[in-house]
């Protein structure tokens, strides 16, 4: 069955850097476009990056451009989000997300927290 597992979250202070890990299975992980969503406590969850199959086109949340980078190994199968310049409100669970023939999977999700 499909599995979206997510590594990488923590502490870090303001303007610190932190990196995502998605690990995938269960489908031909470079079929699908890959997906990084956060939710914040009290927020709705957002659409922070996806990243197309092969990875030539990526897009991203306004509020992150510049400082969080998306991409993926589909040899590892693995989608990962790079994220620097952090601020506090990008404080949120992160989660990692694809649509496979029309079912939506989600990780666990990761905490990161930006705090000094």
């Known amino acids: 069955q499909v599995q979206l597992v997510e590594s990488g979250g923590g502490l870090v202070q303001p303007g610190g850097s932190l990196r995502l890990s998605c690990a995938a299975s269960?489908?031909?992980?470079?079929?699908?476009?890959m997906s990084w969503y956060r939710q914040a406590p009290g927020k709705e969850r957002e659409l922070v990056a996806l990243i197309s199959r092969i990875g030539g086109s990526t897009n991203y949340a306004n509020s992150v451009k510049g400082r969080f980078t998306i991409s993926r190994d589909n040899a590892k199968k693995t989608v990962y989000l790079q994220m620097n310049s952090l601020k506090p409100e990008d404080a949120a669970v992160y989660y990692c997300?694809?649509?496979?023939?029309?079912?939506?999977?989600w990780g666990q999700g990761a905490q990161v927290t930006v705090s000094s």
């Open positions: 269960g489908f031909i992980f470079s079929n699908y476009v």
């Open positions: 997300y694809a649509l496979v023939d029309y079912n939506h999977y």
